[in-house]
């Protein structure tokens, strides 16, 4: 098993930046890629960015330019820095880590942005 923690969410003015951290431990041989994806009230869940174990990022076109997702492999732990934060941005944000055939999912941090 293996079990991701999320943190640094929190209610932040539009155009101001928030850096989430997800820890994992467990079976960490498992991941592979890790990353963050979100969901707004009635909508369904969106894939915000991945990071392969090599490094390799991926971004949805919305948060492009200024969202960065970084990982220390070193730490088992992933970050989302967000920069220029929008009022559409403001979703449950979660940690997702792809392991050997089964998707590990942490329990979710709020992102507000008050416009």
């Known amino acids: 098993q293996v079990k991701l923690v999320e943190s640094g969410g929190g209610l932040v003015q539009a155009g101001g930046s928030l850096r989430l951290s997800c820890a994992a431990s467990?079976?960490?041989?498992?991941?592979?890629?890790m990353g963050w994806y979100r969901q707004a009230p009635g909508k369904q869940r969106e894939l915000v960015a991945m990071?392969?174990?090599?490094?390799?990022?991926n971004y949805a076109d919305s948060v492009k330019g200024r969202f960065t997702i970084s990982r220390d492999n070193a730490k088992n732990t992933v970050y989302l820095q967000m920069n220029s934060l929008k009022p559409e941005d403001t979703a449950v944000y979660y940690c997702?880590?792809?392991?050997?055939?089964?998707?590990?999912w942490g329990q979710g941090t709020q992102v507000t942005v008050s416009s």
């Open positions: 467990g079976s960490i041989f498992r991941i592979n890629a």
């Open positions: 997702n880590a792809d392991g050997i055939g089964v998707a590990y």
């Open positions: 990071i392969s174990r090599g490094g390799r990022e």
